[in-house]
């Protein structure tokens, strides 16, 4: 489970942030229902802990659009520092593993290479020895393949075993159930949920492709409609049409109505 993500100056940005709010006049449910964030994440972003958040990109882009609405100067704090030096660590520690899998690579290839190396040498030094072995081989092959023969022509019958046609397998293709997919074009974040509560949260980048299986009532919300295509048990979902002109995020609700 990832630690706390927080820090004196990410929780002194957080405190200015619920200030403002206040200031301004608005409650929490005010401004997730404005921004469309989620509550839980504005309630991180005030209290300086981004643990709750699934990447680095995602909570910037969260936090960004929270300052430019409450007209704050602050930058992003540099809490996702320290993942870099945890993933040059995880880097040096393959580096290691590849090192000792070289060197058991270079080992089995010097044994393979003595192996040949002594082949090469029995059979010059001892061919008579082979050749007799070798012709042995194909005498005990031959009486084998005798013996076959004549319990073939012995067991003559031919056995026929009727067939339930009704346990061939067809080839008819299905379509997928209730199979939510989406691809994406260039930099964009989804949310999807269930009953009012969050299942998914994802930020993707151009190229990315996102399938899932669920059923329906959900809601999925794209923060960048205009880079992300989709459909839904087949049927093409247009994020376009009803996207916010400004910040080019969409609600779509999908109900069996």
Do not use: H
Request: with cysteine; charged share 25%; proline share 2%.
């Amino acid at each position: 489970m990832r630690g706390e993500l927080k820090s004196a100056a990410s929780a002194k940005i957080g405190k200015k942030f619920a200030e403002k709010r206040k200031y301004l006049g608005y409650s929490l449910d005010q401004v997730s229902e404005i921004l469309v964030i989620n509550k839980d994440y504005l309630k991180a972003i005030e209290g300086g802990n981004y643990s709750i958040f699934p990447s680095e990109s995602f909570a910037k882009a969260y936090f960004l659009k929270y300052r430019d609405f409450l007209k704050i100067s602050n930058e992003f704090p540099n809490i996702f520092d320290f993942k870099t030096s945890k993933n040059k660590m995880k880097i040096q520690q393959e580096i290691n593993f590849n090192e000792k899998i070289d060197l058991f690579s270079i080992l089995i290839y010097v044994c393979l290479i003595i192996s040949l190396v002594t082949g090469v040498y029995l059979f010059i030094q001892f061919p008579d020895f082979i050749g007799q072995k070798k012709i042995n081989d194909e005498i005990e092959i031959n009486n084998i393949q005798n013996v076959i023969n004549e319990l073939d022509n012995q067991n003559n019958t031919e056995i026929l075993y009727p067939v339930d046609e009704e346990k061939i397998p067809s080839n008819k293709l299905t379509i997928d159930d209730n199979l939510l997919k989406l691809e994406f074009s260039g930099e964009c974040w989804i949310e999807i949920y269930v009953d009012e509560k969050i299942v998914e949260a994802q930020l993707f980048k151009a190229e990315d492709i996102y399938k899932t299986e669920i059923v329906m009532p959900f809601k999925v919300i794209v923060g960048n409609a205009d880079y992300v295509n989709g459909t839904y048990n087949g049927d093409v979902i247009d994020f376009i049409t009803d996207a916010n002109r400004l910040t080019r995020v969409n609600t779509i609700n999908f109900t069996d109505e």
